[in-house]
T-cell receptor, first 116, second 112 residues
Framework: NAGVTQTPKFQVLKTGQSMTLQCAQD?????MSWYRQDPGMGLRLIHY???????DQGEVPNGYNVSRSTTEDFPLRLLSAAPSQTSVYFC???????????????FGPGTRLTVL | QKEVEQDPGPLSVPEGAIVSLNCTYS??????FMWYRQYSRKGPELLMY????GNKEDGRFTAQVDKSSKYISLFIRDSQPSDSATYLC????????????FGGGTRLMVKP
């Protein structure tokens, strides 16, 4: 199992550009999430999905779009990049809610994004 | 004000010391409590998981939840240089799916 994979590892964008951060998992997990991590802020939930075709907003969804057409993939789209979106982005997956096994979130290695 | 607060550190201790890491939270609806460990430039990994109040022990690690004071603790006994990492507490409400609320993380350095 590769676990949770994310591409690219690093990315530099100019203000106004758009891009897609890729996330894939091979553990057949129903739940997937996107977080951003900023110094001193911990991880903040951007969007999440409880299954193919089902997505919802987290704490900081503005400026980001997601879709979930398959169980394995959960891409995050930046519509028009802004310097405030400079961050480290983590994708995570889990079996589902409630209970230690179901709740354990497996995180990818992260994508470091800089917006100039 | 953030719902989960954590002292950012860094906390520097000598090898073998007992480490105490703490979080406070403000929302009494939080029922599930977790500690994640994050090594530099890596994704977090689950370290401890508890439901409601009480203690849970796993090897050198003990997680403690006091819901009356809204206080979460992680104790590390016989700390090792390999424990050097950022420790993130996380909480979740019942029926909240996979919506976790994280603290800001505490950076721990264990010196040989």
């Amino acid at each position: 199992n590769a676990g949770v994979t994310q591409t690219p590892k690093f990315q530099v964008l100019k203000t106004g550009q758009s891009m897609t951060l890729q996330c894939a998992q091979d553990m057949n997990h129903e739940y997937m999430s996107w977080y951003r991590q900023d110094p001193g802020m911990g991880l903040r939930l951007i969007h999440y999905s409880v299954g193919a075709g089902i997505t919802d907003q987290g704490e900081v969804p503005n400026g980001y779009n997601v879709s979930r057409s398959t169980t394995e993939d959960f891409p995050l789209r930046l519509l028009s990049a802004a310097p405030s979106q400079t961050s480290v982005y983590f994708c995570a997956s889990s079996f589902g809610p409630s209970g230690v096994k179901q709740d354990t979130q497996y995180f990818g290695p992260g994508t470091r994004l800089t917006v100039l | 004000q953030k719902e989960v607060e954590q002292d950012p550190g860094p906390l520097s201790v000598p090898e073998g010391a007992i480490v105490s890491l703490n979080c406070t939270y403000s929302n009494s609806a939080f029922q599930y409590f977790m500690w994640y460990r994050q090594y530099s430039r890596k994704g977090p990994e689950l370290l401890m998981y508890t439901y409601s109040s009480g203690n849970k022990e796993d090897g050198r690690f003990t997680a403690q939840v006091d819901k009356s004071s809204k206080y979460i603790s992680l104790f590390i006994r016989d700390s090792q240089p390999s424990d050097s990492a950022t420790y993130l507490c996380a909480t979740k409400k019942t029926n909240a799916g996979n919506m976790l609320t994280f603290g800001g993380g505490t950076r721990l350095m264990v010196k040989p």
